[in-house]
């Protein structure tokens, strides 16, 4: 179960955020098409120092940064995306650090995104699967992109997933004092943004891709993850197991059907 170990490395985090990690974002909502304003009520409770990252890649806070899972008790809302196929828009705190939008505070951080899913029968704690990774794409980071839209990001659900509840984790990862792993040295290494959502596919495929245990997709000497990446281009190898396309391509149901089930 949860043990002091990660709440002590949020308050660790917590009361060095000022003076060592000026990069901060947590995800604020989630929406269809990016048509209406994001559904807060869908994402998983914040700590109350919602925008600490997550240095320790081995800590349970990887997963989604809370330590409640279990919606019945927090509350959170159901997000209903119609069909898989569809694309929904997630949404980052516009103001925060890592994709700021305001002229009068330039400095934030660059790096990958990366979204992921997993059955909601796993308390989110394996079964992770990815379904959309950006590291750096004709020439700027997925978090200038993210930025320039004002916070929100566009993923599509590839049509062969299975219809279900799922816990939907979005992620930045800030890369601008990743020379060191966070082992080494906690006031550096790569930062992880991500929060979870809670997402309802009422009708689909028949693909539960197999996924991995958070934390576990990543390890912090991954290529993508430890150096300098200051001069990175568009050959940057985005950290944490592939992206999940089907087989037959987009909208063919008679994908074969991968289960997650037993690990
Ligand atoms: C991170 O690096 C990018 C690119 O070099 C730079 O534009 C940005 O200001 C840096 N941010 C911080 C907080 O150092
Ligand atoms: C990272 O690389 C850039 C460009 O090569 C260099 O200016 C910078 O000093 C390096 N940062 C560190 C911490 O070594
Ligand atoms: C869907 O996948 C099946 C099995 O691989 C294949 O036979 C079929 O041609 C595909 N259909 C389309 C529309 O791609």
Redesign the pocket.
Known sequence: MKSGISIASVFFFAANLACTVNAQTYMTGISMYGDTAGHSDAILPYYSIKDFPVMDFESDDLRCRTTETDISVTGTKVFQVANAGDTITLYWDPDSKTIVTKESSPEYINGPCMVYMSPIENDAKNGWFKIYGSGHENGKWCTDAIRERGGKLDVTIDASIAPGKYYLRGETIGLNNSELSSWDDYTQGAQSFANCAVIEIVAGGDVVPDGESIPGIYNKNDKGLKGNFSDANDGYEIPGPAEYKS???N??K??KKVSSKGQ
Do not use: Q, V, Y
């Open positions: 087989s037959e391509g909208g063919n008679s994908s």
